[in-house]
Protein backbone atom coordinates (compact mmCIF):
# COMPACT_ATOMS: atom_id res chain seq x y z
CA UNK A 1 0.00 0.00 0.00
CA UNK A 2 2.62 2.58 0.93
CA UNK A 3 4.80 1.40 -2.42
CA UNK A 4 1.53 2.30 -4.52
CA UNK A 5 1.28 5.71 -3.04
CA UNK A 6 4.82 6.46 -3.19
CA UNK A 7 4.08 5.56 -7.04
CA UNK A 8 1.60 8.06 -6.89
CA UNK A 9 2.81 10.08 -5.29
CA UNK A 10 5.90 9.99 -8.01
CA UNK A 11 4.23 10.52 -10.55
CA UNK A 12 2.64 13.67 -9.33
CA UNK A 13 5.87 15.03 -8.75
CA UNK A 14 6.72 14.16 -12.00
CA UNK A 15 3.83 15.52 -13.47
CA UNK A 16 4.04 19.24 -11.83
CA UNK A 17 7.78 19.28 -12.44
CA UNK A 18 6.92 18.61 -16.45
CA UNK A 19 4.31 21.33 -16.34
CA UNK A 20 6.34 23.69 -14.06
CA UNK A 21 8.76 22.64 -16.65
CA UNK A 22 6.58 23.53 -19.54
CA UNK A 23 5.13 26.85 -18.22
CA UNK A 24 8.63 28.20 -17.50
CA UNK A 25 10.00 27.20 -21.04
CA UNK A 26 6.44 28.88 -22.81
CA UNK A 27 6.76 32.16 -20.82
CA UNK A 28 10.38 32.39 -21.96
CA UNK A 29 9.94 31.60 -25.40
CA UNK A 30 7.26 34.57 -25.27
CA UNK A 31 9.46 36.71 -23.73
CA UNK A 32 11.94 35.87 -26.13
CA UNK A 33 9.33 36.82 -28.62
CA UNK A 34 8.30 39.85 -27.48
CA UNK A 35 11.49 40.90 -27.11
CA UNK A 36 12.64 39.88 -30.59
CA UNK A 37 9.46 41.67 -32.03
CA UNK A 38 10.30 45.23 -30.11
CA UNK A 39 13.52 44.85 -30.98
CA UNK A 40 12.75 44.05 -35.06
CA UNK A 41 10.33 47.04 -34.98
CA UNK A 42 12.72 49.62 -32.64
CA UNK A 43 15.20 48.38 -35.69
CA UNK A 44 12.78 49.09 -38.59
CA UNK A 45 12.01 52.50 -36.81
CA UNK A 46 15.52 53.68 -36.47
CA UNK A 47 16.14 52.19 -39.83
CA UNK A 48 18.84 49.29 -38.61
CA UNK A 49 16.65 46.58 -39.57
CA UNK A 50 18.87 44.94 -42.04
CA UNK A 51 16.89 42.49 -44.14
CA UNK A 52 17.93 39.71 -46.72
CA UNK A 53 19.29 40.13 -50.24
CA UNK A 54 17.19 41.14 -52.83
CA UNK A 55 16.62 41.17 -56.48
CA UNK A 56 16.83 44.51 -58.40
CA UNK A 57 13.15 44.08 -59.20
CA UNK A 58 12.40 43.92 -55.59
CA UNK A 59 14.52 46.93 -54.63
CA UNK A 60 13.07 49.35 -56.95
CA UNK A 61 9.50 48.62 -55.70
CA UNK A 62 10.18 48.57 -52.06
CA UNK A 63 11.95 52.12 -52.82
CA UNK A 64 10.38 53.91 -55.53
CA UNK A 65 7.55 55.63 -53.90
CA UNK A 66 10.21 56.98 -50.85
CA UNK A 67 12.59 58.59 -53.16
CA UNK A 68 11.57 61.98 -54.34
CA UNK A 69 12.37 64.93 -57.49
CA UNK A 70 13.58 67.92 -55.97
CA UNK A 71 12.84 71.23 -57.82
CA UNK A 72 14.60 74.16 -58.02
CA UNK A 73 12.61 76.92 -58.94
CA UNK A 74 13.49 80.96 -59.20
CA UNK A 75 11.24 83.73 -59.38
CA UNK A 76 11.84 85.73 -63.16
CA UNK A 77 10.09 88.31 -65.16
CA UNK A 78 7.82 85.32 -66.83
CA UNK A 79 7.40 83.70 -63.22
CA UNK A 80 8.37 81.16 -61.03
CA UNK A 81 10.05 78.31 -63.38
CA UNK A 82 12.02 75.16 -61.97
CA UNK A 83 15.74 76.06 -63.33
CA UNK A 84 17.26 72.73 -62.05
CA UNK A 85 15.89 69.53 -60.68
CA UNK A 86 17.52 66.77 -58.24
CA UNK A 87 16.73 63.55 -56.24
CA UNK A 88 16.56 62.80 -52.26
CA UNK A 89 14.91 60.55 -50.43
CA UNK A 90 12.65 60.16 -47.57
CA UNK A 91 14.56 60.67 -43.69
CA UNK A 92 13.38 57.87 -41.44
CA UNK A 93 11.12 59.90 -39.08
CA UNK A 94 8.85 60.76 -42.40
CA UNK A 95 9.33 64.24 -41.90
CA UNK A 96 12.06 65.47 -44.03
CA UNK A 97 13.59 65.41 -46.96
CA UNK A 98 17.46 64.31 -47.51
CA UNK A 99 19.32 65.78 -50.44
CA UNK A 100 22.03 67.53 -52.16
CA UNK A 101 22.53 71.50 -50.44
CA UNK A 102 24.29 72.78 -54.08
CA UNK A 103 21.31 71.97 -56.02
CA UNK A 104 18.70 73.95 -54.13
CA UNK A 105 20.53 76.14 -52.52
CA UNK A 106 19.57 80.34 -52.95
CA UNK A 107 16.60 78.66 -54.64
CA UNK A 108 13.54 81.24 -54.40
CA UNK A 109 11.37 78.31 -54.04
CA UNK A 110 11.64 74.49 -53.60
CA UNK A 111 8.86 71.54 -54.48
CA UNK A 112 9.42 68.21 -53.93
CA UNK A 113 7.36 66.04 -56.61
CA UNK A 114 6.35 62.42 -54.87
CA UNK A 115 6.76 59.62 -56.70
CA UNK A 116 2.78 59.50 -57.38
CA UNK A 117 2.90 63.11 -58.74
CA UNK A 118 2.16 64.78 -56.18
CA UNK A 119 3.95 67.91 -55.53
CA UNK A 120 4.76 69.82 -52.64
CA UNK A 121 6.51 73.47 -51.68
CA UNK A 122 9.44 72.84 -48.86
CA UNK A 123 11.93 74.85 -47.89
CA UNK A 124 15.57 74.24 -46.17
CA UNK A 125 15.77 73.31 -42.69
CA UNK A 126 19.72 73.51 -42.33
CA UNK A 127 22.17 72.21 -44.51
CA UNK A 128 26.40 71.22 -44.48
CA UNK A 129 28.00 72.82 -47.45
CA UNK A 130 31.28 70.80 -46.95
CA UNK A 131 29.12 67.54 -47.34
CA UNK A 132 27.01 68.58 -49.51
CA UNK A 133 24.21 67.85 -47.49
CA UNK A 134 20.34 69.36 -47.17
CA UNK A 135 17.58 68.44 -44.83
CA UNK A 136 14.31 69.56 -46.46
CA UNK A 137 11.33 70.89 -44.20
CA UNK A 138 7.47 71.11 -45.58
CA UNK A 139 6.20 74.48 -45.69
CA UNK A 140 2.80 73.00 -44.23
CA UNK A 141 2.02 70.02 -41.70
CA UNK A 142 1.81 67.23 -43.84
CA UNK A 143 1.74 63.06 -43.63
CA UNK A 144 3.60 61.10 -45.49
CA UNK A 145 2.40 58.29 -46.26
CA UNK A 146 5.33 56.99 -48.04
CA UNK A 147 7.69 54.83 -45.65
CA UNK A 148 11.19 56.33 -45.57
CA UNK A 149 14.37 54.43 -46.80
CA UNK A 150 16.42 52.49 -44.30
CA UNK A 151 20.12 53.96 -43.11
CA UNK A 152 22.48 50.77 -43.56
CA UNK A 153 26.09 50.30 -42.41
CA UNK A 154 28.21 51.85 -44.78
CA UNK A 155 31.33 50.38 -42.70
CA UNK A 156 30.32 47.31 -44.45
CA UNK A 157 30.52 47.46 -47.69
CA UNK A 158 33.37 46.34 -49.78
CA UNK A 159 35.10 46.86 -53.11
CA UNK A 160 33.71 45.74 -56.19
CA UNK A 161 30.58 45.05 -54.33
CA UNK A 162 27.46 45.73 -56.37
CA UNK A 163 25.16 48.97 -55.46
CA UNK A 164 21.87 50.31 -56.90
CA UNK A 165 20.33 54.01 -57.79
CA UNK A 166 17.34 55.07 -58.09
CA UNK A 167 16.43 58.34 -58.88
CA UNK A 168 15.43 61.17 -61.58
CA UNK A 169 18.20 59.10 -64.55
CA UNK A 170 18.56 61.17 -67.83
CA UNK A 171 15.25 62.98 -68.16
CA UNK A 172 13.36 60.10 -67.21
CA UNK A 173 11.19 59.32 -63.61
CA UNK A 174 12.81 57.10 -60.70
CA UNK A 175 14.79 54.56 -62.78
CA UNK A 176 16.73 51.85 -61.16
CA UNK A 177 20.59 51.61 -62.23
CA UNK A 178 23.23 49.25 -61.01
CA UNK A 179 27.29 49.71 -60.50
CA UNK A 180 29.54 48.91 -58.03
CA UNK A 181 31.96 50.38 -55.26
CA UNK A 182 35.25 51.56 -56.84
CA UNK A 183 36.60 52.93 -53.57
CA UNK A 184 35.79 53.06 -49.97
CA UNK A 185 36.91 56.09 -47.48
CA UNK A 186 38.24 57.52 -50.48
CA UNK A 187 40.12 61.30 -49.88
CA UNK A 188 37.88 63.93 -51.78
CA UNK A 189 37.17 67.52 -51.99
CA UNK A 190 33.90 68.70 -52.28
CA UNK A 191 35.14 72.37 -51.65
CA UNK A 192 38.81 72.79 -52.13
CA UNK A 193 39.93 73.57 -49.08
CA UNK A 194 38.54 71.20 -46.94
CA UNK A 195 37.98 67.17 -47.01
CA UNK A 196 34.82 65.42 -46.80
CA UNK A 197 35.77 61.93 -44.80
CA UNK A 198 34.00 58.66 -45.41
CA UNK A 199 33.32 59.03 -48.90
CA UNK A 200 32.58 56.04 -51.50
CA UNK A 201 33.48 56.20 -55.09
CA UNK A 202 31.21 54.24 -57.26
CA UNK A 203 30.72 53.61 -60.94
CA UNK A 204 27.60 53.29 -62.91
CA UNK A 205 26.02 53.68 -66.42
CA UNK A 206 23.80 56.93 -67.78
CA UNK A 207 23.41 58.97 -64.64
CA UNK A 208 23.31 62.70 -64.73
CA UNK A 209 23.12 65.71 -62.84
CA UNK A 210 19.55 65.48 -61.98
CA UNK A 211 20.67 61.91 -59.98
CA UNK A 212 22.50 64.06 -57.78
CA UNK A 213 20.76 63.54 -54.22
CA UNK A 214 20.07 60.13 -55.34
CA UNK A 215 20.27 57.05 -52.70
CA UNK A 216 22.76 54.40 -53.18
CA UNK A 217 21.27 51.10 -52.06
CA UNK A 218 23.03 47.70 -50.98
CA UNK A 219 21.89 44.57 -52.34
CA UNK A 220 19.51 44.62 -49.01
CA UNK A 221 17.76 47.71 -50.16
CA UNK A 222 19.25 49.88 -47.32
CA UNK A 223 20.74 53.11 -47.71
CA UNK A 224 24.66 53.16 -47.72
CA UNK A 225 25.60 56.61 -49.40
CA UNK A 226 23.70 59.49 -51.01
CA UNK A 227 25.04 60.68 -54.22
CA UNK A 228 26.88 64.25 -53.95
CA UNK A 229 28.68 64.53 -56.89
CA UNK A 230 29.55 63.10 -60.34
CA UNK A 231 32.40 63.26 -62.35
CA UNK A 232 32.54 63.70 -66.30
CA UNK A 233 34.25 60.82 -67.45
CA UNK A 234 35.16 61.25 -71.08
CA UNK A 235 32.07 61.24 -72.91
CA UNK A 236 32.23 57.35 -71.45
CA UNK A 237 28.78 55.46 -70.88
CA UNK A 238 29.96 54.41 -67.32
CA UNK A 239 30.12 57.36 -64.83
CA UNK A 240 32.02 58.08 -61.66
CA UNK A 241 30.30 58.88 -59.08
CA UNK A 242 30.90 59.95 -55.02
CA UNK A 243 28.49 59.65 -52.11
CA UNK A 244 28.57 60.53 -48.55
CA UNK A 245 28.59 57.47 -46.24
CA UNK A 246 25.28 56.47 -44.62
CA UNK A 247 27.38 56.21 -41.57
CA UNK A 248 28.09 60.33 -42.07
CA UNK A 249 24.02 61.10 -43.00
CA UNK A 250 23.01 59.64 -40.15
CA UNK A 251 26.09 61.93 -37.96
CA UNK A 252 25.23 65.13 -40.04
CA UNK A 253 21.51 64.98 -40.46
CA UNK A 254 20.53 63.92 -37.20
CA UNK A 255 22.52 67.27 -36.10
CA UNK A 256 21.22 69.82 -38.67
CA UNK A 257 17.27 67.89 -37.36
CA UNK A 258 18.35 69.02 -34.12
CA UNK A 259 20.55 72.19 -34.20
CA UNK A 260 20.07 73.27 -37.91
CA UNK A 261 24.10 73.07 -38.62
CA UNK A 262 26.99 70.23 -38.20
CA UNK A 263 29.97 71.16 -37.25
CA UNK A 264 33.18 70.00 -38.42
CA UNK A 265 36.48 69.85 -36.43
CA UNK A 266 39.68 71.14 -36.94
CA UNK A 267 43.17 71.87 -35.28
CA UNK A 268 42.05 75.33 -33.47
CA UNK A 269 43.93 78.89 -35.28
CA UNK A 270 46.15 76.29 -37.93
CA UNK A 271 46.64 76.84 -41.84
CA UNK A 272 48.97 74.91 -43.66
CA UNK A 273 49.08 72.67 -46.16
CA UNK A 274 49.93 69.17 -47.36
CA UNK A 275 53.69 68.28 -47.73
CA UNK A 276 55.20 67.50 -51.55
CA UNK A 277 58.38 66.22 -51.73
CA UNK A 278 58.88 69.62 -53.64
CA UNK A 279 58.16 71.20 -50.39
CA UNK A 280 60.54 68.72 -48.79
CA UNK A 281 63.58 69.51 -50.81
CA UNK A 282 62.98 73.17 -49.99
CA UNK A 283 62.42 72.77 -46.51
CA UNK A 284 65.73 70.48 -46.86
CA UNK A 285 64.36 67.73 -44.92
CA UNK A 286 63.55 63.67 -45.35
CA UNK A 287 59.77 64.17 -44.86
CA UNK A 288 58.08 64.13 -47.85
CA UNK A 289 54.64 63.76 -46.70
CA UNK A 290 52.71 65.37 -43.24
CA UNK A 291 50.85 68.33 -43.03
CA UNK A 292 52.89 71.75 -42.90
CA UNK A 293 51.61 74.51 -40.59
CA UNK A 294 52.16 77.87 -42.42
CA UNK A 295 50.11 80.02 -40.38
CA UNK A 296 49.22 80.15 -36.62
CA UNK A 297 46.09 82.85 -35.11
CA UNK A 298 48.49 84.26 -32.38
CA UNK A 299 44.90 84.73 -30.49
CA UNK A 300 44.89 81.24 -29.91
CA UNK A 301 48.33 80.66 -29.72
CA UNK A 302 48.79 83.04 -26.88
CA UNK A 303 46.27 82.09 -24.82
CA UNK A 304 47.73 78.13 -24.76
CA UNK A 305 49.37 77.33 -21.53
CA UNK A 306 51.04 74.35 -22.75
CA UNK A 307 55.03 74.44 -22.30
CA UNK A 308 55.47 73.55 -26.15
CA UNK A 309 53.64 75.55 -28.80
CA UNK A 310 53.07 74.44 -33.03
CA UNK A 311 55.51 76.79 -34.55
CA UNK A 312 54.49 78.68 -38.19
CA UNK A 313 56.55 79.03 -41.50
CA UNK A 314 58.80 82.03 -41.45
CA UNK A 315 59.58 82.45 -45.31
CA UNK A 316 58.07 82.15 -48.70
CA UNK A 317 58.68 80.61 -51.72
CA UNK A 318 57.39 79.95 -55.23
CA UNK A 319 56.67 75.88 -55.15
CA UNK A 320 54.96 75.00 -58.87
CA UNK A 321 53.79 78.26 -59.19
CA UNK A 322 51.94 78.91 -55.79
CA UNK A 323 53.66 80.67 -53.05
CA UNK A 324 54.04 78.87 -49.92
CA UNK A 325 55.04 79.65 -46.96
CA UNK A 326 57.94 77.17 -45.18
CA UNK A 327 60.09 76.81 -42.10
CA UNK A 328 56.92 75.85 -39.91
CA UNK A 329 56.26 72.52 -38.36
CA UNK A 330 55.46 69.25 -39.82
CA UNK A 331 52.61 67.36 -38.22
CA UNK A 332 53.42 63.87 -38.57
CA UNK A 333 51.06 62.12 -36.53
CA UNK A 334 48.05 62.89 -34.45
CA UNK A 335 47.29 60.36 -31.66
CA UNK A 336 48.15 57.22 -32.70
CA UNK A 337 47.44 57.91 -36.24
CA UNK A 338 50.15 58.39 -39.27
CA UNK A 339 49.66 62.05 -41.21
CA UNK A 340 49.99 62.06 -45.07
CA UNK A 341 48.22 65.10 -45.04
CA UNK A 342 45.33 67.31 -44.01
CA UNK A 343 42.42 64.41 -44.55
CA UNK A 344 44.47 62.08 -41.82
CA UNK A 345 43.87 65.04 -39.58
CA UNK A 346 40.56 65.39 -40.31
CA UNK A 347 39.51 61.75 -40.41
CA UNK A 348 41.14 61.43 -36.84
CA UNK A 349 39.06 64.70 -35.46
CA UNK A 350 35.82 62.96 -37.02
CA UNK A 351 36.15 59.19 -35.58
CA UNK A 352 37.22 61.14 -32.26
CA UNK A 353 34.76 63.68 -31.75
CA UNK A 354 34.61 63.55 -27.74
CA UNK A 355 38.50 65.07 -27.44
CA UNK A 356 39.15 68.67 -27.03
CA UNK A 357 43.00 68.28 -27.40
CA UNK A 358 45.23 66.04 -29.82
CA UNK A 359 48.29 64.66 -29.49
CA UNK A 360 50.42 65.76 -32.88
CA UNK A 361 53.98 64.22 -33.45
CA UNK A 362 55.65 66.95 -35.33
CA UNK A 363 59.06 67.69 -37.51
CA UNK A 364 60.79 70.86 -36.47
CA UNK A 365 64.00 71.92 -38.29
CA UNK A 366 64.44 68.45 -40.00
CA UNK A 367 63.96 66.31 -36.43
CA UNK A 368 61.07 64.49 -35.02
CA UNK A 369 60.64 66.24 -31.21
CA UNK A 370 60.68 63.82 -28.63
CA UNK A 371 57.96 65.40 -26.84
CA UNK A 372 54.38 65.34 -28.31
CA UNK A 373 52.64 68.77 -28.59
CA UNK A 374 49.18 68.99 -27.38
CA UNK A 375 47.22 71.28 -29.14
CA UNK A 376 43.04 72.51 -28.68
CA UNK A 377 40.46 71.17 -31.62
CA UNK A 378 37.79 73.72 -32.66
CA UNK A 379 34.27 72.99 -33.94
CA UNK A 380 34.16 75.21 -36.83
CA UNK A 381 34.13 75.25 -40.40
CA UNK A 382 38.07 75.20 -41.29
CA UNK A 383 39.69 78.12 -42.95
CA UNK A 384 41.54 77.48 -46.48
CA UNK A 385 44.73 76.47 -46.61
Not at 282 to 301: A, E, P
Request: hydrophobic share 40%; proline share 3%; net charge negative.
Amino acid sequence: MEIKEEKILSKKVVFALLLSSCIIAAFFAYLYIDISQKLRALSVESGIFSPASRSPQEIYDAAKDSVVLIERRENTSRGMITKSICSGFIYHDKKHIITVYSSVANADEIRVVFNNKTKVKAEILGFDEYSNIAVLNFTKDLTITQGPLYLGKSDWLHLEEKVHIIGKICGTENLLVSGEVNGINVPYWLKDEFPLVDVIKFSARALSSETLGAPLLNSKGEVIGMIIDLVDNGGNITTLGYAISSNMIKKIVSSIVKYGKYEHLWLEGIWGIDVTPEIAEFMDVNFTTGFLVTYIDLNVSSKLAYEEKLQAGNRTVIVDGRNVTIGGDIIVKIGDKEVNGMYDIVAYLEENRKYSTVKLTVVRDGEILEKPIIWPVAAFHPPPD
